[in-house]
């Protein structure tokens, strides 16, 4: 009995704590529902009454919001691909391949994660205006897909896989890269999952070197366009839109987490046991 009283006490601490967790958004989602002249009044309150959709509509129909949300797919996707497919190559080779140099060249990639991301954006920066490939999709991605998180964690994974299952295949006479593709790769997919989606939700917040690649408004991603409009159509279009522009920033990514909330706890779960 004491027991089923405590389990609802911590239950409704934890209820209480999401309720004042989610109070900001819910706040963010009812300023954005309400017109300008009932915010020029009050802002107070979480029920949005009288309601309106027309900071919405406004924000689809000043701007190339439909374009950024395109680029910003586009470079989520691509930079997620690109990493699982990099990041699977070098862990594998660092977890199995006894090359010259190994251990040397690992902690050398690990050496990037003391690296600031500030520390790279001039040479980034001139590099790419040197190639002339500022405002293209391969500015956009091609940065960030040297990440050491990624490769540090499928190395992990692939040395807690048994060496037993290697061996199985080699006595079937298979390669080095089929051993990877068809025993290796599929046993990873609780890694790759986790990798794939924090890759994901990082392109798809990232802000400062999208930023400074995307001088054009057509190649704005979402972040970076939405970020603007703020500058130009804040003061005329007023509190609103500019709850609009956030509530539209963030639903993708909302979707994404109601879709893949298993994978996303197991894979918090997992980094945080490595």
């Known amino acids: 009995m ?3 009283l405590t389990d609802r006490f911590i239950l409704a601490l934890v209820v209480a704590a999401a309720f004042v967790w989610m109070m900001p958004m819910l706040w963010v989602l009812t300023l954005s529902l309400k017109p300008n002249e009932e915010l020029v009044r009050s802002t107070n309150g979480i029920i949005p009454w009288p309601r309106t959709l027309e900071h919405f509509a406004t924000l689809l129909r000043v701007s190339l919001t439909p374009r950024w949300l395109l680029n910003s797919v586009v470079v989520a996707v691509g930079m997620t691909v690109s990493t699982l497919l990099l990041s699977s190559l070098a862990g594998y080779a ?3 391949i006894d090359f010259p ?3 040397a060249v690992f902690l050398l990639v690990m050496a990037g994660l003391m690296v600031p991301e500030q520390a790279i954006l001039v040479p980034l920066h001139a590099m790419f205006a040197d ?3 500022h405002n293209t999709y ?6 960030r ?3 050491p998180m990624g490769v540090f964690l499928m190395t992990q994974f692939f040395k807690a896989v048994p060496r037993e299952l290697e061996e199985a295949a080699e006595l079937d006479n298979a390669g080095r890269f089929k051993i990877f593709w068809s025993v290796m790769l599929p046993l990873s997919r609780p890694a790759l999952t986790t990798l794939g989606i924090f890759t994901f939700l990082f392109a798809w917040n990232d802000f400062l070197w999208p930023v400074v690649t995307a001088t054009q408004p057509e190649m704005y991603t979402l972040s970076v366009g939405l970020g603007s409009l703020q500058g130009n159509f804040a003061m005329s279009e007023g509190l609103g839109f500019l709850m609009a522009s956030a509530v539209f920033a963030s639903a993708p990514m909302l979707l994404l ?3 893949f909330q298993r994978y996303i706890v197991q ?3 997992i980094t945080g046991g490595k």
Not at 138 to 143: Q, T
């Open 131 to 133: 190639w002339e490939l």
């Open 138 to 143: 391969f500015s956009l991605i091609a940065p």
């Open 2 to 4: 004491n027991r089923t």
């Open 257 to 259: 987490y109601v879709v």
């Open 101 to 103: 140099g190994r251990r």
């Open 267 to 269: 894979g918090i779960a």
């Open 145 to 147: 897909l040297a990440g």
């Open 94 to 96: 660092f977890a199995r």
